[in-house]
């Protein structure tokens, strides 16, 4: 905003001219807010995940919306809709499919964030009120997800509702009336599929976004944990080499150069068709195809030879876009050399793997650990890594589209069901100790979990320094992840 000021009064332009003054906005405040310093730690990927979920539940809400235009909340209607959307409306496979897998990455990388944070302690004081909130995120991602595949009414719809009602209504005081509330009656329902509705498009992204609001909240008043992995003083020279002079480095950005010079080749001389993801392209497209991806990889290849982060992310995406391809050829149709294909798909997720693991070699603003500015260097960033979602998001929906089962059936019970994937482990615990056990050991796991930032407190005043918590944290994983394993494969 432009003030007319007095003496000692500093003259603050509104970016974008007249049009911004309108708005009631002191923009000098708004660049000094945008432009705050990033941690520098928060340059390593696996540390900015927090922003991830908060953009696939931006999908989720954007494809929610379009696929309410044709979902009917009724239980004589709700599976006959699915099936329209799935087979009739027009693009509606893709919006529903889109819809799914943003949701299982959604809570994949809210169990990643949560595993992050747990393993690099930023839930020690003052932070633990931002757990708790995390840990709410996490419940109710896990509840969206349940809601979802309920309102499809098909058999794991009826049964999957059938056994979580079961386990909460053995729930010790409370379980009786939550199980009722659940159903909407006694018994499954009419109401059943109401309060499932209910709960997925309004009551819980409601929650959702208020959570989310209050975790950036207590980030913002708190500010994000500083995190130092090497100094600069005492590091031995050889460690503190930037990417350009690491070989491995050169070498990637040398393959991306060759890929380049061959689409490029491809575009100027090959005027036949080619298939992507089960499409015939026209020889035009194709030769268009050839020309983008060209300029994307020798756009890579000079970020690589230089060393920087963003021809890093561009090489991750244009690798796995390759695999994928590549993946598709070898699977759905007879490709041109098959030892060639898989040589080639092999030695691209190698790289891939690398440039994941050196990653923090690649230079990003000033330094591996100096801080950073919030705008524009973090948001391109994000904008990249949404843009890498996005082109997963695509992958999974026309490789993997979601399917429609059987409609729900009270009477025919299936021999073989399984919830999906991100309540195996709950699935295999019922399994293993019955139903009553395990609903005290999930009550205890959850609370457990909530009240994590005092118990390790605790376990830090008995034994300082010994990090038993993270020895905890580590059992506790790979018990999550043998559970899940071993109902995946049963």
């Not at 329209?84 to 919006?95: C, E, K, L, N, S």
């Not at 757990?131 to 979802?148: H, R």
């Not at 070498?251 to 001389?269: I, Q, T």
Request: charged residues 15%; contains cysteine.
């Amino acid at each position: 905003m432009a003030h007319e000021s007095g003496a000692g009064e500093t003259h603050v332009r509104a970016p974008g001219g007249r049009l911004w003054q309108l708005l009631p906005v002191d923009w000098g405040k708004v660049q000094e807010v945008t432009n705050e310093p990033v941690p520098g730690h928060i340059k390593r990927w696996w540390f900015a995940l927090g922003g991830t979920p908060a953009y696939l539940f931006f999908i989720q809400i954007t494809t929610g919306i379009l696929l309410s235009f044709y979902y009917v909340p009724s239980p004589d209607h709700a599976y006959d809709s699915v099936s329209a959307i799935t087979h009739a409306v027009p693009f509606g496979w893709f919006i529903r499919s889109v819809h799914k897998w943003a949701a299982n990455l959604m809570i994949i990388t809210v169990l990643l964030h949560m595993c992050r944070v747990f393993f690099s302690c930023a839930f020690r004081h003052p932070r633990q009120i931002n757990w708790i909130v995390g840990c709410g995120l996490l419940l109710c991602t896990l509840s969206l997800g349940f809601t979802g595949y309920s309102l499809i009414q098909e058999q794991l719809s009826y049964w999957g509702i059938t056994v979580a009602s079961e386990l909460v209504a053995n729930i010790p005081l409370v379980g009786a009336t939550l199980a009722t509330f659940m159903r909407g009656g006694e018994e499954i329902g009419p109401n059943t599929l109401t309060r499932m509705y209910n709960l997925h498009v309004g009551i819980l992204p409601v929650v959702t976004i208020l959570l989310i609001g209050f975790h950036i909240a207590l980030l913002r008043i708190h500010g994000v944990s500083d995190l130092s992995f090497s100094d600069p003083r005492t590091e031995p020279a050889a460690d503190r080499k930037l990417a350009h002079q690491l070989p491995g480095v050169r070498l990637l950005a040398l393959v991306a150069a060759f890929g380049a010079l061959a689409c490029l080749l491809m575009a100027a001389f090959r005027a036949t068709s080619a298939t992507l993801v089960a499409r015939e392209l026209s020889p035009s497209s194709t030769r268009l195809l050839w020309l983008v991806g060209g300029v994307l990889l020798a756009t890579t290849s000079t970020l690589l030879f230089r060393g920087h982060m963003y021809g890093l992310l561009l090489w991750l995406v244009t690798s796995i876009l390759a695999i994928a391809k590549l993946i598709f050829d070898l699977t759905h149709r007879e490709a041109a050399s098959t030892p060639v294909w898989v040589i080639a798909a092999v030695l691209l997720a190698i790289t891939a793997v690398y440039g994941v693991v050196r990653q923090d070699r690649f230079i990003e603003g000033k330094g591996p650990d100096k801080p950073f500015n919030f705008f524009p260097d973090h948001i391109i960033t994000e904008l990249l890594i949404g843009t890498l979602l996005l082109f997963l998001l695509t992958l999974f929906t026309l490789v993997f589209p979601a399917e429609l089962g059987e409609r729900a059936d009270p009477l025919v019970t299936p021999d073989h069901i399984k919830p999906e994937w991100y309540f195996f482990f709950q699935f295999r615990l019922l399994k293993l100790t019955g139903l009553d056990t395990a609903v005290v050991l999930s009550g205890l796991l959850v609370v457990m979990i909530v009240a994590w930032p005092w118990i390790d407190a605790l376990l830090e005043r008995l034994a300082p320094k010994k990090d038993l918590g993270i020895y905890v944290g580590i059992v506790a994983f790979l018990t999550f992840l043998a559970f899940t394993v071993w109902e995946a494969t049963v």
